[in-house]
């Protein structure tokens, strides 16, 4: 560990957290889920840096993002938003970097991109099932059946917890993460010789 946390890897991953976070505050609805589900392309500094960097690098790179940003915007969802985001991108960016690692072509990333997409997708609907929805419901004091009823607005196939999370949450982020793992094949072949120097 204290030869991976050289002043360059201290300096990347910092650097890489900072503009992680900035992303982070260009947040926007996507039509296929309630609007209190925001995406945004904070994930895209860290992928990077995961295949750079390795797992522990994700991690600290998270880490880095998440404080950024609640001290450029404080948060308003009493640290429900920053735990999801927190959870479900670690399982996205240390994955991919697990697998990146192993064998750094450029094949095993479309690999190590695949599959932690669909890691990333499992880890938010777990998370939405048993603590966000549930952590939303109790300290916004919000009805469930008010959430559940947003997602019947889009699709009217909700009709309970389980199916809002099928529906609205796995597409949400299995969208986020596509759009996330074609920026980050198409950048880091130009980026990482900047990493490198």
Do not use: W
């Not at 300096?11 to 039509?31: C, E, H, T, Y």
């Not at 500094?45 to 609640?70: D, E, M, T």
């Not at 399982?91 to 997409?117: D, E, F, G, H």
């Amino acid at each position: 560990m204290k030869n991976y946390l050289t002043i360059k890897n201290i300096s990347i991953i910092a650097i890489l957290g900072a503009l992680g976070a900035v992303l982070m505050l260009f947040d926007f609805p996507i039509a296929i889920a309630p609007s209190f589900y925001k995406l945004d392309l904070g994930d895209l500094p860290c992928l990077i840096g995961a295949f750079a960097l390795g797992p522990v690098g994700a991690f600290l790179i998270q880490v880095i993002k998440i404080v950024v940003k609640l001290l450029m915007k404080p948060t308003s969802s009493a640290f429900v938003g920053e735990f999801a985001a927190f959870i479900s991108s670690c399982s996205y960016c240390v994955t991919a970097a697990l697998i990146y690692q192993r064998n750094k072509t450029r094949k095993n990333a479309v690999i190590a991109l695949a599959v932690a997409s669909a890691a990333m997708a499992l880890v938010s609907c777990l998370a939405n099932y048993f603590i966000i929805i549930p952590a939303y419901v109790q300290l916004y004091k919000m009805p469930l059946e008010a959430i559940i009823s947003m997602g019947n607005a889009i699709f009217p196939v909700v009709k309970d917890k389980l199916s809002f999370v099928l529906c609205c949450v796995l597409p949400f982020n299995l969208i986020k993460a596509l759009i996330v793992d074609v920026l980050t094949f198409v950048l880091y072949k130009h980026v990482s010789p900047l990493l490198k120097q």
